[in-house]
């Protein structure tokens, strides 16, 4: 008998997808096989998964909490922004088009199938599945369709639990407000409802609770405090990607509008030596900086033209000229070259575009998305790595000669002469000990060889105690409804 709950949220960021992976570590430890699900999300931080698709990274790490490989049915709908007004649409892994927001109001009920397909494969195969939500329920405009929150709530007969974001204020507003504006049907579903991000003493939100809970009469599940050592899990939400104060080590990173995959920065943070410094427009690229790294990108000629914009090109040649270091990784690694050509418009209307020529490589766009998970050695140390790719574009030229990495046993990077300037393709590669503190040392500080991937467990033991001690997760799993 499998059992199902769905944790939707009173708002946008309002720590849906931490509460999932803690409230998944918590059952995986009572000894309930667990997996996530998230019917819909909105990512340009991806997974790619052990079945060769890609889904939104909470869910990669929610899988993790889960103590599972991540796959693509934890996340059968996964949306990329790629402008303002349009996304690439993600279904079960692989991509099928891409759509302007008002195109794909019109058509996400016809991705429910594909929904329904892959939450019942889960289904079938775990005690309990933990649903995140996406955004709000209360936008009651959007319910028309919807397949991320009460649409597939309703449709799969899954109860929910509403959580309110008490950090940003208005709590008491954001929960009755969105019982006031659901209609009955959807309200019914709501069985019970949590306060997250809580700070000081609890006990004096006490008649808030009782307030909320006469006015809905949902069963109240805990106000959680503020998780101090959430930023040691690696974040989905570009809101969430934050600088980081640690050690001598300065390592700056702009921030792009279309970044992408930037969990390649978790690593760096968590390791005490290194500060990581995000730049925000309007900004100059410190000139203290030991390394800048140039992230992923979504969009990258248009990120290109925002990194101009904003004199970061005059900057990093500063950089370059004082003897500093520069790494870029995808689509920082497509911008460092001397051109990067998109005839069949497939980051928008066809245009080549000079990079920012600090290494001799040119990348031509090309439709074939290239996911794969990767294992690289390093070639300077013969450290080993292991990574994933997710990106579109070949890149060539003299400085490739100059490949860094061996990849599944073919040449991957390129570097300058110097060695100072390089760029590859492949993501998660600081996750690897060894190859972080090696690639560390080069900017001239020795560190000792530390465990990230035991970092990341013992967060998620401690946000799992952290719930137990915090959240009813006893009365959670009895509103747990069969599936």
Not at 5 to 10: E, K, L, P, S, V
Not at 407 to 433: I, M, P
């Amino acid at each position: 008998m499998t059992k199902a709950i769905m944790i939707q949220g009173a708002g946008s960021n309002v720590g849906k997808s931490m509460l999932v992976a803690g409230i998944a570590r918590a059952c995986l430890r009572r000894g309930m096989s667990v997996a996530p699900f998230k019917p819909q999300n909105m990512s340009n931080n991806a997974a790619v998964t052990a079945d060769g698709g890609e889904i939104g990274r909470a869910q990669a790490l929610q899988a993790l909490a889960c103590g599972l490989d991540p796959i693509t049915d934890m996340n059968p709908v996964l949306l990329k922004p790629e402008s303002d007004i349009g996304a690439q649409v993600i279904v079960q892994g692989k991509r099928v088009a891409t759509m302007k927001a008002r195109d794909y109001g019109k058509q996400k009920q016809t991705l429910l199938p594909a929904v329904l397909e892959s939450f019942h494969r889960l289904a079938a195969s775990y005690d309990l599945i933990i649903i995140e939500g996406a955004g709000s329920p209360a936008e009651v405009n959007l319910r028309a369709g919807d397949i991320a929150n009460m649409g597939f709530a309703e449709t799969a007969n899954v109860p929910v639990i509403l959580v309110g974001d008490i950090d940003r204020g208005g709590v008491i507003a954001q929960i009755v407000g969105t019982h006031c504006v659901l209609p009955k049907d959807d309200r019914d579903l709501i069985k019970g409802f949590a306060i997250n991000k809580f700070r000081g003493d609890a006990s004096l939100f006490a008649e808030g609770m009782t307030i909320i809970e006469d006015a809905t009469k949902w069963q109240p599940l805990g106000i959680v405090p503020w998780f101090k050592d959430a930023w040691k899990l690696p974040a989905e939400d570009v809101m969430d990607v934050a600088s980081r104060k640690g050690g001598p080590i300065k390592i700056v990173v702009p921030r792009l509008n279309r970044i992408a995959n930037f969990d390649d920065l978790d690593p760096l943070s968590a390791t005490p030596e290194v500060s990581v410094e995000i730049i925000e427009a309007g900004r100059p690229l410190p000139a203290d900086a030991d390394l800048i790294l140039i992230p992923g990108s979504k969009s990258t000629i248009a990120d290109l033209t925002h990194f101009r914009t904003q004199g970061w090109d005059i900057d990093l040649l500063g950089h370059v000229r004082r003897g500093g270091r520069v790494l870029g990784i995808c689509g920082g690694y497509q911008m460092l070259g001397l051109e990067i050509i998109d005839d069949e418009g497939l980051e928008g209307a066809p245009s080549r575009v000079n990079g920012l020529g600090l290494l001799d490589i040119i990348t031509v766009m090309k439709p074939q998305k290239r996911l794969a998970r990767s294992e690289a050695i390093y070639l300077p140390t013969g450290d080993t790595v292991s990574g994933y790719e997710i990106h579109i574009g070949e890149t060539t030229g003299p400085d490739c000669d100059r490949a860094w990495l061996s990849l599944d046993g073919r040449d991957e990077g390129a570097a300058s002469a110097d060695g100072r300037v390089r760029g590859c393709y492949l993501h998660g590669l600081f996750t690897a000990d060894a190859f972080r503190a090696a690639y560390l040392a080069e900017l001239g500080t020795a560190l000792p060889v530390t465990n990230y991937a035991s970092g990341v467990e013992a967060t998620l033991n401690a946000l799992a105690d952290h719930l137990e001690m915090h959240m009813d997760i006893d009365a959670l799993l009895a509103l747990a409804g069969e599936v």
